[in-house]
């Protein structure tokens, strides 16, 4: 399984852009990069996910590098209600999901 | 639409006890999943389903043995339970949301402590 490689934790300010990072050197031609996301005490939720080209939608954005080598999920207001752990993930279609340990995201108010 | 349901909740075992856990989905998902989460981790695949009838292992399966009799149910049981099965457990289904995005839902999640 191609593997990922996130910070451990990161800060934010409430209401400011949150840019977490997400490194994925060995990705192959046909790997979507996921982002799942989990609140404390809850499963995880899906973010967003792509393949080449940047992606929106109402959570988060996704900004993916000219030769995906990384990606970035991007929060355009943090709340308090997004401060959880972000799991970046690559998969292949009907491939199971790998879980690492992802990113701890506190959000200072 | 009630999505991914976990049975318990909570759980408190002592060594040597069996259990079973019960996720049920209504999303009509061919796929469903059994993952573990221990403390300041990230989840591991127990056993997975890719359909009715159907079981495989994933990474960690020693000690768990699942059934998936009907689509929309996934059980896991524990036949002896040993401390190092507290954890929290999660079920999951995967498959097509209304944007036609690949995508896996979760439960709510089983706390299981063994004694």
């Known amino acids: 399984d191609a593997k990922t490689t996130q910070p451990n934790s990161m800060e934010s300010n409430e209401e400011e852009p949150v840019h977490l990072p997400c490194n994925h050197s060995?990705?192959?031609?046909?790997?979507?990069i996921h982002w799942y996301r989990q609140l404390p005490s809850q499963g995880p939720e899906y973010v967003i996910h792509g393949l080449t080209s940047n992606v929106n939608n109402r959570m988060a954005s996704l900004a993916i590098a000219e030769d995906r080598k990384s990606s970035t999920l991007i929060l355009h207001r943090a709340t308090l209600r997004d401060a959880a752990v972000y799991y970046c993930?690559?998969?292949?279609?009907?491939?199971?999901?790998?879980f690492g340990p992802g990113t701890r995201l506190s959000v200072l108010p | 639409n009630a999505g991914v349901t976990q049975t318990p909740k909570f759980r408190v075992l002592k060594t040597g006890q069996s259990m079973t856990l019960l996720c049920a989905q209504d999303?009509?998902?061919?796929?469903m999943y059994w993952y573990r989460q221990d403390p300041g981790m990230g989840l591991r695949l127990i056993h997975y389903s890719v359909g009715e009838g159907t079981t495989a292992k994933g990474e960690v399966p020693d000690g768990y043995n699942v059934s998936r009799l009907k689509k929309q149910n996934f059980l896991l049981g524990l036949e002896s339970a040993a401390p190092s099965q507290t954890s929290v457990y999660f079920c999951a289904s995967r498959g097509l949301d209304s944007g036609a995005r690949e995508t896996q839902y979760f439960g709510p999640g089983t706390r299981l402590l063994v004694l």
């Open positions: 993930i690559l998969n292949n279609y009907g491939q199971n999901f790998v």
């Open positions: 999303m009509n998902h061919e796929y």
């Open positions: 060995t990705i192959s031609g046909t790997d979507y």
